[in-house]
């Protein structure tokens, strides 16, 4: 049994007032703390619909456990099983496609983790609870400093840009080459060409890593260019 593996008191086990009160004010504490992370970078899903998705599976999870309780029959996992599959929508939801660029996904993905810790301390292993939150912080804080800082000195850029003219832009292209950039599935715009300015996205491999903003202030000074940014 978990409870005689972690020596838990009494208090945190059985499934009464002051049980049910604790386990769902740490799966509060819990989703808020992660949603605190995702909020501050101003994403989709952020410090009120983590701590939402951690409360409510707590209290499905402990839900199932009294039900098996009171009836003696059953699965006492099924409704946390029902939890962990219907997350879906919600990371469905705070996933979206702007500009040929996929965002949402580690919200979507942190939303899961969330109704997890809930699920965790509805079932009262607040030991692997606590670990995982821990873990989670550290991921999704310091490790997304790492990821961006890889992401902005790769070899690979997905640009997306503006030219006067199609001369313009053949002229960029031969200025690219002479750099020993590659350029590659280019797209022009439709709706950019009746206008006066041709709109194109495209992608660069650059012959080793290099900071992402440099390159973009070296396109951006060759003629005919109106802007350039990364996707």
């Known amino acids: 049994m978990i409870d005689g593996i972690f020596d838990l008191p009494d208090l945190l086990v059985a499934l009464d007032f002051y049980s049910v009160l604790i386990r769902l004010l740490l799966a509060l504490i819990l989703g808020g703390i992660i949603g605190l992370e995702r ?8 410090f009120r619909t983590y701590m939402i998705v951690s409360l409510a599976s707590a209290l499905i999870m402990m839900t199932n456990e009294y039900l098996f309780e009171i009836h003696g029959a059953g699965d006492p996992a099924r409704l946390g099983a029902q939890v962990v599959s219907g997350i879906g929508f919600l990371g469905a939801g705070s996933i979206m496609i702007s500009n040929l660029r996929i965002k949402g996904i580690t919200t979507a993905a942190g939303l899961w983790a969330a109704a997890g810790l809930g699920l965790a301390v509805g079932a ?3 030991v692997g609870a606590l670990i995982t939150g821990v873990f989670l ?7 997304s400093r790492m990821g961006v ?3 902005t000195h ?12 199609m001369e313009h832009f053949s002229s960029f292209i031969e200025e690219v080459h002479k750099m020993n950039y590659m350029i590659s599935d280019i797209e022009i715009k439709s709706s950019f060409l009746g206008t006066e300015y041709i709109g194109v996205t495209f992608g660069i491999t650059l012959p080793k890593p ?19 940014e990364e996707l």
């Open 210 to 228: 290099y900071d992402h903003e440099e390159i973009i202030k070296q396109l951006t000074s060759i003629n005919g260019v109106k802007y350039i």
């Open 154 to 165: 790769s070899k690979s850029m997905t640009l997306s840009a503006e030219f006067k003219s």
């Open 137 to 143: 912080l550290i991921v999704m804080g310091l490790m």
């Open 39 to 46: 909020g501050r970078k101003h994403r989709p899903a952020g």
């Open 149 to 151: 800082y890889m992401y």
């Open 124 to 126: 009262g292993f607040y």
